[in-house]
């Protein structure tokens, strides 16, 4: 029996999942043979003294994720915290955009990544087939 074909929204995940890996065993390999509990953790303010950075912008890091997909050809936002709002031009999705897009054809993935560029912030939503008179 052959395998069912993956929902093009799984390569996606599956691309999250795979950067996560890659962070989690470069924090583990940063972290001279301590374990992550051990290891000192450092606030905003003095990641943005020690990297000349605004200590925003390390603190909106932290609400959101930015996703680099292959499917789509480029970068995202995935805002897990509503006070964040990115103003780069990356498209944001939202945790329930994603039990519609999961539905979606990659044709269909790279359109609304297009609608999702060309209107900052709007939603996924999905309706139900059009009314005949």
Sequence with gaps: ?????????????????????????????????????????????????????????????????????ALLEGHLWLILDRSFGPKDGLAIYYPEDLAVLKTKSPEELREIHKAKLAYPGCRVIQEGPESKL
């Design 1 to 69: 029996m052959s395998e069912p074909a993956k929902n093009p929204f799984d390569m996606l995940l599956d691309q999250i999942r795979e950067v996560v890996r890659q962070e989690l065993k470069a924090v583990l390999q940063n972290s001279n043979g301590k374990s992550a509990a051990e290891k000192e953790w450092m606030k905003a303010k003095e990641l943005a003294e020690l990297y000349g950075l605004p200590r925003t912008w390390f603190e909106e890091r932290g609400r959101a994720g930015e996703i680099c997909s």
